[in-house]
């Protein structure tokens, strides 16, 4: 223990690992997973096409076919390249290591997305977690004194936001780029679920990136993120990128599901419609605060000090949501929901009525 504590740094030491809980059994409704399997034709044509994949033979290193099919439907131009990840997590990764100067500061508001503090600390960067308002918007104010303070060479804005489910005012994000004498990544992990786009940040501000993911879509499985932006950027990461880091089976199983992504998109449309009768009746149950959501999850808030006792009481029903009290100041007595299909989300339901309406855990 003695070795261990010597050699790796203080500040690992201090961390906790990313809490991943078991889901054995249960009605999972904590990751912002499509809770949707394919079609039973479209799983036997996948694994058809899985069988003649040369697993023997390193995948293909730059994936050019996937990125090709992926701006394609994502309607990115010429002007821009894509560069994948394992997951977004990897991509945050290689643009945290990127600006990993001494000194160097990543910057984001909070409560947001965790891995933006965890990989800052993984690669020795300074973090700068700026407190939303209480309406869980972007505090301008606040922003523009921390960019002027700290010149951060990284600024993450998640649109919608992880965990609060909410769009941030265009101006307010649109002041925030123009203070930033960094690089301004717009997360878009739920851009399935909103209508809101902002590729079109890419044509205005040559500092600006949209990252997205397929995991929210149906393909959480696959792990596989993209960073879509001007290729002067572009260029400068893929010399960190490992080789090979999109696997052959990964690769085939996208380009499957992109040739066939209408039916993803179909499921996301159902997501968004069940998303607006879960919030409405979550918001019959007394006491119970829903916020606005553009996002495959709802963020609620107990009655003080129920929080926990109804996380509790929801896994003893079999359901497992995500418990965000104590993680934050503004996340007090707050739950997070991921939208299911209409039937889970109607189970969810009448457990929490149940549990709420006894005031204790049945």
Known sequence: ??????????????????????????????????????????????????????????PDAGAQQLKDALKAEMGVNDNYDILLGNGSDEIIQMLAMAVAKPGATILAPEPGFVMYKMIATFCGLNYVGVPLTDEFELDEAAMLEAINEHEPELIFLAQPNNPTGNLWDENIVTNVIEASQGLVILDEAYTAFTDADHLFLLEKYDHVLVMRTLSKVGLAGL????????????????????????????????????????????????????????????????????????????????????????????????ILIKCLDGGHLLLKNCLRITVGTTEQNDKLYQALKVISDSGSIQ
């Open 1 to 58: 223990m003695s070795r261990v504590k010597k050699l790796i740094r203080q500040e690992i030491l201090d961390l906790t690992a990313y809490p991943v809980p078991s889901a054995e059994g249960m009605l999972k409704l904590d990751a912002m997973e499509n809770p949707y399997m394919w079609p039973a034709v479209a799983r036997e044509a996948w694994a058809d096409l899985l069988k003649d994949v040369p697993i023997n033979r390193y």
């Open 223 to 318: 792990r596989l993120g993209l960073l879509i932006g001007s290729k002067q950027w572009l260029s400068e990461l893929e010399k960190i990128r490992m080789p090979y880091n999109i696997n052959s089976l990964t690769q085939a199983s996208a380009l499957f599901a992109l040739e066939h992504f209408d039916m993803l998109i179909m499921q996301t449309e159902q997501l968004r419609i069940d998303r607006v009768v879960l919030m409405k009746d979550l918001c019959t149950i007394q006491g119970l605060q829903v916020f606005p959501s553009e996002a495959n999850f709802v963020l609620v808030r107990t009655p003080d000090g129920m929080a926990r006792h109804w996380f509790e009481g929801l896994k003893e029903k079999g």
